[in-house]
């Protein structure tokens, strides 16, 4: 009974923590995309998020931190994605789908706001590039569990690295749009742009 209760506190605390640290994340990412990333302050993400300035270093270790975590939350949907697919299909087009789904949920208005917060800030942008390789690999060992063999190996590491240029392409080519369009539109031209790339006559 105990050891009942004492789970229940712990599962208690843990979703506290996880509703706080949300809390935190989405109010910096409305003050960056209100006041701009580089005149929020970190006294000015605390105050709005009702926390003090020590609370939010318990969560975070910077303002920068806010951004890392919700390309984070992203890279762990895409492998959660590519492990959702249904059998039949080719690794790329496996991701391809996977990639469209997710993609689709997305708030275009939000997500190119966000982005060119990112790109106004060098240290941002230069984590953004970073997130590229972690994504990379979440989407190979997605791929590996789908096709668990050992001589599939080499292969899957390709399809992850050209699956992942194709989506950074796709992102590049709809913040340069400035989002006119859904990023599903982005993706599609890209993946036939990747489908026909070795079909030269």
């Known amino acids: 009974m105990l050891g009942d209760r004492q789970e229940t506190e712990e ?17 910096g990412l409305r003050l960056f995309m209100t006041d701009g990333y580089e005149n929020t ?4 993400i605390a105050e709005a998020a009702g926390i003090s300035r020590r609370t939010f270093f318990y969560y975070f270790k910077s303002k920068e931190d806010i951004i890392l975590v919700w390309q984070s939350n992203f890279t762990h ?25 997710l993609t689709s949920s997305y708030h275009s208005d939000q997500s190119i706001v966000l982005d060119r917060v990112i790109r106004s800030s060098p240290a941002l942008m230069s984590a953004s590039h970073a997130k590229y390789v972690a994504q990379e690999q979440a989407i190979f ?7 668990p063999q050992a001589k599939h190996r080499k292969s899957l590491r390709i399809a ?6 194709a989506f950074r392409l796709a992102v590049d080519a709809w913040s340069k749009d400035n989002g006119k369009r859904p990023p ?13 790339t070795f079909q030269f006559q």
């Open 160 to 165: 992850a690295m050209v699956t992942v240029g």
């Open 41 to 44: 302050t970190l006294e000015a």
């Open 11 to 27: 599962g208690v605390r843990e979703r506290k923590r996880r509703e706080t640290l949300a809390r935190i994340a989405e109010t």
């Open 184 to 196: 599903s539109a982005y993706l599609r031209e890209t993946f036939a742009t990747l489908e026909g």
């Open 77 to 101: 949907l895409m492998r959660a994605a590519v492990i959702a697919e249904p059998p039949h299909q080719t690794p790329v087009d496996t991701v391809k789908n996977a990639l469209l789904k």
């Open 141 to 147: 060992e997605a791929l590996c569990e789908k096709w």
